[in-house]
């Protein structure tokens, strides 16, 4: 069930950079499009406009938001999309960045802001990495000074530090809650897959160790 080729990863970043590309022709269609697809939190909880929760992980505000992202993209979602498995990886990921644009809408009901961008599912690509890999190491941002790190300890103090905004109120044009959300879905979903990816691997050694002995007899 593992994967050879993390084509789901590398597909995810040349969406988001075409669709980016493409608003930089035309800048005016792209900020319109972002009122039109980006994620509402009022639209949201009342129910209208719910496509956006998939809409908005596609739209980025500027060349640092789509880099950033599609860089620890990149850098995670690779090794666990191999392990995971292309079709489980997919629904990790758009599980993760729906329950993050969820979880954001219910923490900002009022909002009528739009929000944009691919953090909140990458957020959980990240959960994913820190349990499949504890100490794999990745580089852990303070400003643009880029620090490395296990994975493990990469992942408590980002979400430390997302939380703590999160519950005093910070805003700093960022979806904090967003990231919260996607991590902790995440979490759940990795945990959720693993016994699942065991259970699979072992069938399919199963059923290769059956053909082997009638060939063999």
């Not at 997919?90 to 909002?111: D, K, T």
């Not at 929000?115 to 690509?125: H, P």
């Amino acid at each position: 069930m593992t994967s050879k080729v993390a084509v789901v990863t590398y597909a995810i970043i040349a969406i988001n950079s075409f669709v980016f590309l493409q608003g930089l022709s035309n800048p005016e269609a792209y900020n319109q499009l972002i009122l039109n697809y980006g994620l509402v939190p009022e639209q949201i909880m009342q129910g209208k406009n719910i496509l956006s929760l998939v809409t908005s992980m596609f739209l980025h505000a500027d060349i640092i938001h789509l880099a950033m992202n599609m860089f620890f993209l990149l850098i995670s979602g690779d090794a666990v999309e191999r392990e995971l498995g292309n079709a489980r990886f997919l629904g990790l990921y758009f599980a993760c960045g729906i329950i993050a644009g969820l979880f954001h809408a219910y923490l900002n009901s009022a909002s009528a802001i739009p929000t944009i961008g691919a953090s909140g599912a990458i957020f959980g690509v990240l959960a994913a990495f820190a349990i499949l890999f504890p100490f794999r190491w990745l580089l852990k941002l303070f400003g643009f000074i880029p620090i490395p790190m296990p994975a493990i300890i990469f992942v408590f103090i980002t979400i430390l530090l997302e939380t703590a905004y999160v519950s005093t109120g910070t805003v700093d044009s960022v979806a904090h809650a967003a990231h919260v959300g996607g991590f902790l879905s995440g979490i759940f979903l990795t945990l959720l897959f693993i016994p699942r990816k065991r259970s699979d691997d072992e069938s399919k050694q199963k059923t290769s160790a059956n053909q082997v002995h009638r060939k063999n007899t």
